[in-house]
C-alpha cells in the first residue's frame, strides 16, 4: 500500500524560500502523478503544482514562476521548493498520489487522489 510521509515547511518573512518533501513508501514505478495540493482554512483544498512519470509538470497561475516540482527517485521523495514566497502562500500543505499512465496528463482536482500526506504547515509573515 503507498504511504507518504510529508516534512518541512514552517515559517519565513515574505520574499524569503521553503522547501516541503514527501517520502513516498510502497510505490517505485514511473505509472504515477505526484502532486502537492494546499488548503486554508474555510477554503476549498487547492491544487499547487503536479508531477508525472514522464517528467511534465503543471502549475497553478499563483506559483508559476516561484515554485518547483521536482521527485528524487534515489529516495523516492517529493519535493516543493518555494521561493519569493507571499503572505497568501500561507497554508497547509499536503502531497498526494494515484496511479497514473506515464504519458497521461495529472488531474487537478482533488477527488482524482487517492493517497495523501498529513499535511504540513507554511507560515509566511508579511
Known amino acids: 500500500e503507498v504511504e507518504l510521509v510529508g516534512s518541512g515547511g514552517g515559517s519565513v518573512q515574505s520574499g524569503g524560500s521553503l522547501r516541503v518533501s514527501c517520502v513516498v513508501y510502497?510505490?517505485?514505478?514511473?505509472?504515477?502523478?505526484l502532486a502537492w495540493f494546499r488548503q486554508v482554512p474555510g477554503k476549498e483544498r487547492e491544487v499547487v503544482a503536479t508531477?508525472?512519470?514522464?517528467?511534465?509538470?503543471y502549475y497553478g497561475d499563483s506559483v508559476k514562476g516561484r515554485f518547483t516540482i521536482s521527485r528524487d527517485n534515489s529516495n523516492n521523495t517529493l519535493y516543493l521548493q518555494m521561493n519569493s514566497l507571499k503572505f497568501e502562500d500561507t497554508a497547509m500543505y499536503y502531497c498526494?498520489?494515484?496511479?497514473?499512465?506515464?504519458?497521461?496528463?495529472?488531474?487537478?482536482?482533488?477527488?482524482?487522489?487517492?493517497?495523501w500526506g498529513q499535511g504540513t504547515q507554511v507560515t509566511v509573515s508579511s
Open positions: 508531477l508525472n512519470g514522464a517528467g511534465s509538470t
Open positions: 498526494a498520489f494515484r496511479a497514473n499512465p506515464v504519458a497521461y496528463e495529472c488531474p487537478l482536482e482533488k477527488s482524482r487522489y487517492f493517497r
Open positions: 510502497g510505490y517505485t514505478a514511473n505509472t504515477y502523478c
